[in-house]
């Protein structure tokens, strides 16, 4: 067995739902995004991606106990506010000032196939706790040096489909029953500033994730939901970091 991650093959597989296979610029590119944008929307269906993604995690997996007992906790992971990084500083500012509902870098893949470190540095930006339950997964993005919208909205879809498999196989995977795995419900988003999305025109894609979400998760009667969301941040990375 091969020491891959449990995400592994996940980008032939979203190249297939958007009709890339065979196209030379993938959805990686920022190009692609602006292609999509500008030209005509892909043949979309959310649902059938959702379930090829969770197929590819169920190939993927060992059938075992996970090795990790840092998958989905709940603490945050500080460090220091001086770092190059933009992304980083404004992910710890919100952790240190929104209060204990915020955690940051919150893993979800590692030691889930042969290797322990395999799927290691998958991690989640940013996880809310909310008032009603319902918690937020966030991709935070500041700039499209990280990759553009579409990108970014694929990394945290991986994500929630994921939890969707985490939730199923907790007690398979040894994990601890928390009130994450309880939640009525996921927002999945991508947070980043105004001019982040500037030029782009993704609603078929947001529609498309939502809708897709919905049927997979009603027809499974998996007791919770989960939608998605582009959003922008209130203030511009400058103003955070001042």
């Not at 709940?74 to 500012?93: A, M």
């Not at 939640?183 to 025109?201: E, F, Q, R, S, T």
Request: net charge neutral; with cysteine; proline share 3%.
């Amino acid at each position: 067995m091969t020491d891959s991650s449990i995400l592994d093959g996940m980008d032939n597989v979203i190249n297939e739902a958007l009709g890339l296979e065979k196209e030379r610029i993938k959805y990686e590119s920022k190009k692609r995004c602006q292609i999509f944008s500008k030209g005509k929307e892909p043949e979309f269906d959310g649902q059938a991606l959702v379930q090829k993604i969770l197929a590819q995690i169920e190939s993927n997996w060992h059938q075992g106990k996970s090795r990790s007992t840092e998958n989905w906790r709940w603490g945050p992971k500080r460090g220091e506010l001086k770092t190059k990084s933009e992304e980083v500083i404004l992910e710890r500012w919100i952790v240190r000032t929104m209060g204990n509902d915020w955690m940051n870098q919150v893993p979800v893949a590692s030691g889930l196939t042969a290797s322990r470190s395999a799927g290691g540095r998958r991690a989640i930006d940013l996880v809310h706790r909310c008032g009603d339950g319902w918690y937020e997964f966030i991709e935070l993005k500041v700039n499209d040096g990280a990759g553009a919208p579409l990108y970014a909205a694929m990394e945290i879809l991986q994500y929630g489909v994921l939890y969707i498999f985490s939730r199923k196989h907790a007690a398979t995977l040894g994990y601890k029953q928390t009130d994450m795995f309880e939640a009525p419900g996921i927002h999945l988003k991508v947070l980043a500033p105004a001019n982040y999305y500037d030029g782009y025109h993704l609603s078929w894609l947001e529609d498309g994730i939502n809708s897709g979400l919905a049927n997979f998760l009603a027809e499974g009667d998996r007791g919770f939901k989960m939608n998605f969301k582009f959003e922008f941040l209130s203030r511009s990375p400058v103003e955070w970091k001042a």
